[in-house]
C-alpha cells in the first residue's frame, strides 16, 4: 500500500514539474515572438520633401514669340524673376500594394507640392525695376509607379533602401502682381502644364540606429521604419497634348522624411 502511495506521489511531483517546465518554455517563446516580430502590417509609405526649384521656363525654344501667355509675361523667366533658386516644398504618399520577397515593394503614388517666387516687376518703358511685385505660384504634382528595392535592408541588414518613380506630372501655375492675377490682351496668367515624372533615390533607415524606439514608434503608432533620404527629379512638364503650356516643370535634388506604415 505504501509502495503505491509512494509511486503516485512520484508520478504527480513529475507531473507537475513537466507542466510547470513546458509553461515556462512557451512563455519564453511567446516573449521572443514578441521581441523579435514586432512589426506592425506594412501597406504605406509619406514623404516630406524641399528642395530647391527652377522652372524650365526659358528652355521653351518659342520663349519669344508671340504665344498667348507670353504676353502675360513680357520677358524670359531670368530676366522678370532671376536665377536664384526657390523652395519646393512637397508630401507624397505611396501603396504598397505588391511586395516581393527578398527584392522590395511596388505601388502608386501620388504628390502634391508647392514652390512660389516673386521680385520687383521691371518697367515697360525703360526695363527699370518698379514700386510693384510680380510673382510666380506654381503646384507641381504628379502620379506614379514607385519601386523600392528593400533586399538591402531586410535581408542584408545593411541599412540603404535605393527606389525609382516614374509616371505622369501636372503643375498648376498663376502669375500674379499687387492687385491680383496678371493679365494682359484678355490673356489671364494662369492655366496648367502637363509632362511627365522620374526619379530616384536612396533611403536610410533609421531604426538601424536605435531598434528599441524603433520598436515603441511601431508599437505606438504603427511606423514600421522612418528613413531620411536624398532623389533627384525630373518633371518635364512641357505640355503633352497642349500647345502654347508654359514649361514650369524642373530638374533638381531633393531630401526629406520617409515613414513606412
Do not use: C
Not at 524603433?214 to 533627384?232: L, P, S
Amino acid at each position: 500500500m505504501r509502495a503505491r502511495i509512494a509511486v503516485f506521489a512520484a508520478f504527480g511531483i513529475a507531473t507537475t514539474l513537466y507542466s510547470t517546465r513546458a509553461r515556462a518554455v512557451d512563455e519564453s517563446a511567446i516573449f521572443d515572438t514578441k521581441k523579435h516580430n514586432y512589426e506592425s502590417p506594412q501597406n504605406f509609405a509619406f514623404e516630406l520633401r524641399m528642395g530647391p526649384y527652377i522652372p524650365d521656363i526659358d528652355t521653351d525654344p518659342a520663349l519669344g514669340s508671340t504665344q498667348p501667355w507670353h504676353k502675360v509675361f513680357g520677358n524670359p523667366y531670368q530676366s522678370v524673376l532671376g536665377n536664384t533658386a526657390r523652395l519646393l516644398v512637397a508630401a507624397e504618399l505611396d501603396w504598397q500594394v505588391l511586395k516581393i520577397p527578398h527584392f522590395g515593394n511596388l505601388g502608386p503614388g501620388i504628390s502634391f507640392g508647392y514652390t512660389s517666387m516673386s521680385a520687383p516687376a521691371r518697367r515697360q518703358d525703360n526695363g527699370q525695376a518698379s514700386a510693384e511685385d510680380t510673382s510666380l505660384d506654381v503646384y507641381p504634382m504628379y502620379a506614379v509607379a514607385v519601386m523600392r528595392f528593400d533586399l538591402l535592408d531586410r535581408d542584408l541588414h545593411i541599412p540603404l533602401v535605393p527606389y525609382a518613380k516614374a509616371g505622369m506630372g501636372l503643375a498648376f501655375w498663376r502669375a500674379s502682381n499687387d492687385v491680383g492675377t496678371s493679365s494682359a490682351d484678355g490673356v489671364e496668367g494662369k492655366g496648367h502644364t502637363f509632362g511627365y515624372h522620374v526619379a530616384g533615390g536612396i533611403s536610410l533607415d533609421l531604426n538601424a540606429f536605435d531598434r528599441l524606439a524603433a520598436r515603441g514608434f511601431d508599437e505606438a503608432m504603427g511606423v514600421n521604419h522612418t528613413y531620411i533620404y536624398g532623389e533627384f527629379m525630373y518633371m518635364a512638364l512641357n505640355g503633352i497634348g497642349q500647345t502654347d503650356a508654359l514649361r514650369v516643370g524642373s530638374s533638381t535634388w531633393v531630401a526629406g522624411l520617409s515613414f513606412d506604415f
